[in-house]
């Protein structure tokens, strides 16, 4: 063990700022030589109360404190028990914030800290946690009980003695390069452990091998052994005593699964465009994979699966594509293949790591690399589990297009992107995302393998994708990476400061003309982004002129606002930018050619990167500026970072797929749980493009759920309640906020509702928690935490109500129990802000069609379909879907939403005959 004596603490507060939060609880021990000589314990009375959540969660209440010592009593003690030691505890800088601003001073520094959770994070970087909790479960340390501090102080000590075992297993070139970058807190730890006598590393220790080759032995079907394509082979397979019953437990037969398969199979065999609607509990993954492999062995032709999101790319990676492995008589290989970014660039890695950036967090990052290097076969980041603030350092160091340099690169036949790409080369199937797929498109098929067929499923956000990334989009933010990585003199780290120091070892005559030409590129520079940030501010200008504006911070560059004197300035702006970056791309480009001359490969592949990527952005911002309205909507946004964003879009994506992808592929196949309004695919044929093919080579199969929905399922519809169309979130949120309380009470919790935006999410959660549900707990998307965190929490928590936007529409399941009621409190109509969605009504108006009916009104009853899907999931739920947009009763299209879900039973309700219907239909007393 280290030759130091420590003290690991850990605390209990009453939350999480110190500034207003007190301390409940004080636990330490002193370790000398890995063992405990010495114990510190006590609660702390904290002066004011403890909040529900923290007395639930560590079980400390007030008449527990009521008699303790104050804080004051406690610290004279505490600091003398742990005076000459060095402060180790799991997420330290926590208990540090809470202790120093209590000593009011700083009186601990984080220097002088170690800290476990940087620890296990560095040491341990795949682990899909580094919480206490998970941790002391996967590494089977024994907890009584966590939130109590002596108990999370002995968990301390025992992953303290673990991660120094882990650490001394490293081989000493690693422990090296660790130490050269790890911060002034660390670099005692690894020293210590380079000094001390390593062992070896532990032959449990399982590499993370990434997504790819799931086919360990990576065969594939040789043409001795080709399978023939039979439809009754396939099926036969799904029967209910077929070879998958006979292999898999609990495997339940499906007549609708088999007539997905076999609709999939002729498509593929008669080069067929094909929509499948496949209802929740089909088992469509099963029913396109298997012909999907039968056909790519059978004809030596790869077939790609595109999915939308990334939980049902990991399914059918990690879960259905193995069990065919099992059950299939021949050998296949399937591939998961993703855009460069998802990859880490090695020799940025090397850059980063002759010059460590001055901040702990960036550094211990780097560390984090550096281990996972040792233990990933792939280098996608996935493996990691990153903090927000490391996916922003996460960008420097990835894969980009724009930073490639090709074979100039050192470490090309060690590419993370090479490798992957060369997996997919020799995969059947590959498996992607409809980004990736329709980035290929965009950029004519040089990112892919070919591949003749091609699936798509949760083909009802295909649309959406092809608006998105057959555009184009230009943001100020990856503008100004673009300056900070080109740089100056004095940035050793950048492409300019590179460059400078490459200078004194060139050819005395070469070296003063490219030492003048540095001079005049960085003047170019110096004018340039001047002209970038002009051109951004002539940008804002227009939010005056723009009745988007007003509303929100997006401006649609209409054929109104060009007329106004503030483009003029705009055009005016972007003139002298276009001009500056010419004279830029120039330089660069002359630059290039001189570093060639002196066989300097790797710093002229990057010049060149430099000159296309700002040619690139001239030529962007040209489209944007210029887009032809009948073709294209232009606008200008804020993302996720309230960055500006310039975008372009195609008016309408159909005609663009139809040409650049369906017409490319010799079949096609689309599949969802929704694509039909009121059964008919009308209206998604004509948003995808197949309404342009001939009628004979598009062909729709509609498959319904095998659930029993007029027994499982209840949709209840709220009389009484005004028009929500007709009033501010504000004022609506305040209305149901009540009847959704009546609601929990009667189901006694697992509630979701689904909100149609995050502004109307925050007032509902608000007018909730006014009501002081203390039975129940009241969870909100972007409020108490993230998707994953939200979900995780509502599936532990019977009494709770949790409120979600727009992701929680789709891709959530929670079978059983977990989830008992939805509740829709507005039929989810788009937006008609949104830029691309105004832009097509009006087109739509001026060709004589109604708007609404034509675009609105399908979008929402398509979205509507996907809020009911979250309800049932198994043959075993029951569930009830309560609307409360009286729309769905007053208006003529109400009824269109209702018919387009199965046949359910269904109830016009009074608002105080909730409380009694909603118990009855599960079989329970209603709430007094």
């Known amino acids: 063990m280290l030759s130091h004596t420590y003290v690991v603490l850990d605390l209990e507060t009453t939350g999480l700022n110190p500034t207003q939060d007190k301390i409940i609880e004080i636990a330490a021990v002193r370790l000398q030589d890995g063992n405990i000589i010495k114990e510190f314990n006590t609660l702390v009375n904290p002066g004011k109360p403890i909040p529900a959540n923290i007395q639930k969660l560590t079980g400390i209440n007030e008449a527990m404190v009521s008699q303790a010592p104050y804080l004051d009593e406690v610290l004279p003690a505490f600091q003398d028990f742990s005076k000459d030691a060095i402060l180790v505890a799991h997420n330290g800088k926590f208990d540090l914030?809470?202790?120093?601003?209590?000593?009011?001073?700083?009186?601990?520094?984080?220097?002088?800290?170690?800290?476990?959770?940087?620890?296990?994070?560095?040491?341990?970087?795949?682990?899909?946690?580094?919480?206490?909790?998970?941790?002391?479960?996967?590494?089977?340390?024994?907890?009584?009980?966590?939130?109590?501090?002596?108990?999370?102080?002995?968990?301390?000590?025992?992953?303290?003695?673990?991660?120094?075992?882990?650490?001394?297993?490293?081989?000493?070139?690693?422990?090296?390069?660790?130490?050269?970058?790890?911060?002034?807190?660390?670099?005692?730890?690894?020293?210590?452990?380079?000094?001390?006598?390593?062992?070896?590393?532990s032959p449990t220790e399982i590499a993370a091998t990434g997504l790819f080759a799931i086919n360990l032995e990576g065969n594939r079907a040789d043409s001795a052994n080709r399978p023939d394509f039979s439809l009754e082979e396939m099926a036969a397979l799904l029967q209910p005593c077929g070879r998958l019953a006979n292999i898999f437990p609990g495997y339940e037969y499906r007549s609708q699964q088999i007539t997905v398969l076999k609709a999939v199979a002729e498509a593929l065999l008669n080069n067929k465009y094909l929509a499948v609607e496949a209802g929740t509990g089909t088992g469509k993954s099963l029913a396109y994979l298997l012909p999907a492999i039968y056909w790519a062995c059978h004809q030596k032709k790869r077939v790609a699966i595109a999915t939308h999101t990334i939980s049902l790319q990991e399914q059918l990676i990690k879960k259905e594509v193995p069990q065919l492995q099992e059950l299939l008589p021949f050998p296949f290989k399937a591939t998961l293949v993703k855009g460069r970014s998802n990859y880490l660039c090695r020799r940025k890695l090397r850059d980063a790591l002759n010059n460590p950036a001055a901040s702990d967090s960036e550094r211990i990052f780097l560390l984090r690399i550096l281990r996972w290097l040792k233990l990933s076969t792939s280098g996608d980041w996935n493996e990691l589990k990153l903090t927000p603030?490391?996916?922003?350092?996460?960008?420097?160091?990835?894969?980009?297009?724009?930073?490639?340099?090709?074979?100039?690169?050192?470490?090309?036949?060690?590419?993370?992107?090479?490798?992957?790409?060369?997996?997919?080369?020799?995969?059947?199937?590959?498996?992607?995302?409809?980004?990736?797929?329709?980035?290929?498109?965009?950029?004519?098929?040089?990112?892919?393998?070919?591949?003749?067929?091609?699936?798509?499923?949760?083909?009802?956000?295909?649309?959406?994708?092809?608006?998105?990334?057959?555009?184009l989009s230009v943001s100020m933010s990856a503008g100004n990476l673009y300056w900070r990585r080109l740089g100056q003199k004095d940035n050793n780290f950048s492409l300019l400061g590179r460059l400078w120091q490459l200078l004194p070892g060139i050819n005395s005559n070469i070296s003063n003309e490219i030492g003048r030409l540095l001079q005049e590129i960085e003047q170019n520079v110096l004018r340039a982004k001047q002209n970038w940030q002009l051109f951004w501010d002539s940008l804002f200008n227009l939010k005056e002129y723009s009745k988007e504006g007003q509303r929100s911070f997006t401006i649609r560059f209409t054929d109104r606002l060009k007329e106004t004197p503030a483009w003029d300035n705009v055009l005016v702006a972007f003139g002298e930018l276009e001009t500056s970056l010419t004279f830029l791309v120039s330089n660069l480009n002359r630059l290039h050619d001189l570093l060639v001359t002196i066989d300097a490969g790797e710093i002229a592949a990057d010049v060149a990167n430099f000159s296309n990527i700002f040619y690139q952005l001239t030529n962007d911002f040209c489209q944007v500026l210029e887009a032809e309205p009948d073709e294209s909507i232009s606008w200008l946004e804020q993302n996720h970072n309230q960055q500006p964003v310039l975008r372009l879009a195609p008016l309408n994506a159909g005609p663009l797929l139809a040409k650049s992808l369906y017409a490319q592929k010799q079949a096609v196949i689309l599949t969802s749980a929704t694509l039909t309004v009121d059964n008919d695919f009308t209206f998604y044929l004509e948003q995808v493009g197949l309404n342009i093919l001939s009628a004979t080579q598009v062909e729709t199969c509609q498959v319904a759920s095998p659930f029993d929905y007029q027994s499982q399922s209840l949709v209840c519809a709220i009389k009484g309640l005004p028009n929500p169309g007709q009033l501010d979130d504000s004022t609506y949120a305040q209305i149901i906020a009540p009847i959704l309380a009546n609601i929990l009470a009667s189901v006694e919790g697992r509630v979701l509702v689904l909100c149609t935006s995050h502004r109307f999410l925050r007032e509902v959660y608000n007018n909730l928690n006014a009501l002081n549900l203390n039975d129940f707990n009241i969870l909100g998307q972007g409020i108490d935490g993230n998707r994953n965190q939200l979900l995780e929490e509502f599936c532990q928590t019977p009494r709770a109500?949790?409120?979600?936007?727009?992701?929680?529409?789709?891709?959530?399941?929670?079978?059983?129990?977990?989830?008992?009621?939805?509740v829709i409190p507005r039929l989810p109509f788009p937006s008609p802000g949104l830029p691309a969605l105004a832009a097509r009504m009006e087109h739509l108006a001026t060709t004589g069609r109604n708007a609404f009916t034509a675009l609105s009104l399908p979008a929402a009853i398509i979205r509507f379909r996907q809020g009911f899907g979250r309800l049932i999931r198994r043959a075993t739920d029951r569930g009830v879907l309560v609307v409360l947009d009286q729309r769905l009763l007053s208006r003529r299209y109400g009824h269109l939403f209702l018919r387009s879900l199965p046949p359910v039973t269904k109830l016009e309700l009074e608002t105080e005959e909730i409380t009694t219907a909603l118990p009855a239909w599960f079989n329970v007393p209603p709430p007094p």
């Not at 160091?397 to 690169?409: P, R």
């Not at 109500?801 to 939805?822: K, N, Q």
């Open 97 to 201: 914030a809470f202790i120093n601003h209590a000593l009011r001073s700083n009186y601990w520094q984080n220097q002088n800290l170690l800290d476990t959770l940087d620890l296990s994070r560095i040491i341990f970087p795949c682990l899909p946690s580094h919480r206490l909790e998970y941790l002391s479960q996967a590494l089977k340390i024994n907890v009584y009980q966590h939130h109590r501090a002596r108990e999370d102080v002995l968990a301390t000590v025992e992953l303290f003695k673990i991660l120094w075992q882990a650490t001394m297993s490293l081989d000493k070139t690693l422990l090296k390069k660790m130490l050269t970058v790890a911060p002034p807190s660390l670099q005692t730890w690894f020293m210590a452990a380079l000094q001390a006598d390593t062992i070896p590393d």
């Open 389 to 471: 603030e490391e996916e922003d350092y996460k960008i420097a160091l990835a894969a980009h297009k724009e930073t490639c340099i090709g074979t100039a690169c050192p470490f090309s036949n060690y590419c993370f992107v090479n490798l992957a790409r060369q997996e997919a080369e020799d995969a059947d199937i590959i498996i992607l995302n409809h980004s990736l797929l329709l980035s290929d498109i965009k950029l004519d098929n040089q990112v892919l393998p070919s591949y003749p067929y091609l699936i798509i499923d949760e083909a009802h956000h295909l649309e959406e994708a092809a608006t998105e990334h057959l555009g």
């Open 801 to 822: 109500l949790l409120l979600g936007a727009s992701t929680f529409w789709e891709g959530i399941d929670l079978p059983g129990e977990m989830l008992r009621c939805v």
